[in-house]
């Protein structure tokens, strides 16, 4: 399995990046994909996540209503479209696969990208 994370940088605040990932190895369309950010000093926390079908998400409620999460099952890509960024949003964005058919889940991370919101 390999998650290739694409598209940080550095932004104004109140900019706009899509982050993607790209994912290979896997059956796409049978894991659970998300999100997560890690910031200097801070654990690493949940995003934002989408369901194997699509239909789900989950957003913490710093980004709810900036943030879009999507996925592109023909491409096999997760998309993270940020908008409205503040500086608090700096971190290492992370893609994670996780696979529930089997107990416990199995989760993999890609490298990460980094996010940085600075004027």
């Known amino acids: 399995v390999q998650l290739v994370e694409s598209g940080g940088g550095l932004v104004q605040p109140g900019g706009s990046l899509r982050l993607s990932c790209a994912a290979s190895?896997?059956?796409?369309?049978?894991?659970?994909m998300s999100w997560y950010r890690q910031a200097p000093g801070k654990e690493r926390e949940l995003v934002a996540r989408?369901?194997?079908?699509?239909?789900?998400?989950i957003y913490i409620d710093s980004v709810k209503g900036r943030f879009t999460i999507s996925r592109d099952y023909a491409k096999k890509t997760l998309n993270l479209d940020m908008n409205s960024l503040l500086p608090e949003d700096t971190a290492v964005y992370y893609c994670?696969?996780?696979?529930?058919?089997?107990?416990?889940?199995?989760?993999?991370w890609g490298q990460g990208t980094q996010v940085t919101v600075s004027s």
């Open positions: 994670n696969a996780r696979d529930s058919r089997i107990y416990p889940p199995r989760d993999y």
């Open positions: 190895g896997l059956s796409f369309s049978s894991y659970i």
């Open positions: 989408i369901t194997i079908g699509g239909s789900t998400y």
